[in-house]
């Protein structure tokens, strides 16, 4: 390990750790790079970028690119699907602060 880095292993529970590189990510959702690259132009998800500047996804956003690619798949226009998407991400937040509201409440 090289010192000030955590290793690997600290990130495996970690959503949001950007532990998958584009040929990876396009692989595991069975697309192409070029989708997860229009999905990246169309703001929906941002990866990071490694040191030398090579994007790098989460699971939260394999997700996202999952849903997209589900959303095109059926014949939605990608701009429609980044905002069915961004909607659906609102509403599950929103969804998930009234429940810890109405726990704090009881």
């Known amino acids: 390990m090289i010192s000030g880095q955590e290793p690997e292993a ?3 529970d970690d959503e949001d750790y950007p532990a998958y590189t584009m040929g990876r990510a396009a692989e595991m959702l ?3 790079p070029g989708f997860l690259r229009s ?3 169309a703001k929906l998800i941002q990866p990071q ?3 030398g500047g090579h994007r790098r996804y989460s699971r939260y956003q394999l997700r996202l690119a999952a849903r997209a690619r589900e959303l095109v798949d059926q014949g939605t226009a990608l701009d429609a699907a980044c905002r069915i998407i961004a909607l659906e991400d609102q509403l599950a937040e929103a ?3 009234n429940a810890e509201l109405r726990e ?3």
């Open 39 to 41: 999905l990246d132009e």
């Open 30 to 32: 069975g697309t192409t």
């Open 49 to 51: 970028r490694s040191e």
């Open 104 to 106: 704090q409440n009881q």
């Open 95 to 97: 969804l998930r602060l």
């Open 10 to 12: 600290a990130h495996f």
